[in-house]
């Protein structure tokens, strides 16, 4: 698995990473597509908007490795900057997660894992359960997570499938293919909480900045997970992008509009961990 590290280079004496903050990146595709490079743009301009060095993860895809192996390497990754981050000037206990689509349901996914570690989740599939617990229940907490239009729950149908599951950038025929890719050969089902973050445990979870696109098939079901997380009592913030398409990070160098609302949410997910910040200090 390779991971690439992006740091601001420091002027004179200048501390460029003041926050001691970290951000760990997990790119979109539909668990089947996408890399470092589709989502170079995006993790380059959070580095230089925020000062924070960011880590994004090129973990294996589908059909070739079915669910959870996605999860795993994103576990791994983790861990891996959890050992590694104070070369990137960060501390263990600020790293933030983040990523778009698939990625985005990854990140929840880890954040899950590490604040709920629950070994019935990871039996019967031919790995060390107690070990994998072992792990997780030694991992800092995240510091806070940014998913961005993010897959929530894969079994289930939400109205916003029928409003703009035709014609766009993702449709209904994209997401089936996507899933059965995922799915079709592992032995966990979409509604499993190694798949759906909507059926996965909330209680302790970190606080999230949860983007949705309007005019996007997966619009509803991020907004019902953030109402999930409201309920749970964890501190949570919601923006919807009026006039989006699914993906629309990819767009922000081609569009104004879109490139204005990227760098802005950035800025306002910044605001919302440095006031983190800033309350754990007092």
């Known amino acids: 698995m390779t991971v690439r590290c992006y740091q601001q280079h420091k002027q004179g004496n200048d501390e460029t990473n003041r926050d001691k903050t970290v951000m760990l990146f997990f790119h979109g595709g539909g668990f089947c597509i996408g890399d470092l490079d589709t989502h170079h743009e995006f993790c380059h301009t959070v ?19 079915a669910a959870p192996t996605a999860l795993r390497d994103c576990l791994a990754a983790y861990e891996w900057l959890t050992k590694h981050c104070h070369t990137l000037g960060a ?9 778009d689509s698939a990625g985005g349901c990854l990140a929840i996914l880890v954040a899950q894992q590490i604040t709920a570690p629950d070994a019935t989740q990871w039996l019967n599939l031919g790995l060390d359960a107690e070990d994998i617990i072992n792990k997780l229940q030694r991992l800092p907490r995240p510091l806070a997570q940014l998913p961005l ?15 703009y599951g035709k014609g766009l950038l993702l449709d209904y ?8 890719a995922y799915m079709q050969h592992s032995t ?12 996965g445990h909330n209680a302790h979870m970190c606080p999230s900045y949860i983007v949705a696109a309007e005019l996007d098939i997966l619009r509803d079901e991020a907004l019902v997970y953030a109402d999930q997380l409201q309920d749970s009592r964890i501190a949570t913030k919601t923006y919807t992008v009026l006039g989006a398409p699914h993906g629309f990070i990819h767009l922000m160098s081609i569009h104004k ?26």
């Open 149 to 163: 239009y993010p897959v929530t729950d894969i079994e289930a149908n939400y109205p916003s499938w029928a409003l």
């Open 91 to 99: 501390l263990p206990s600020r790293i933030v997660l983040s990523g």
């Open 173 to 180: 025929n994209d997401v089936e293919v996507f899933d059965t």
């Open 257 to 282: 509009g879109v490139g204005h609302e990227t760098t802005d949410i950035i800025d306002k997910f910044a605001s919302f961990v440095r006031q983190l910040l800033t309350a754990k200090s007092d």
């Open 47 to 65: 580095c230089r908007q925020t000062g924070w060095p960011v880590v994004s993860v090129d973990y294996r895809l589908a059909p070739e490795h």
């Open 188 to 199: 966990l089902t979409g509604s499993h909480p190694l798949t759906s973050p909507m059926h």
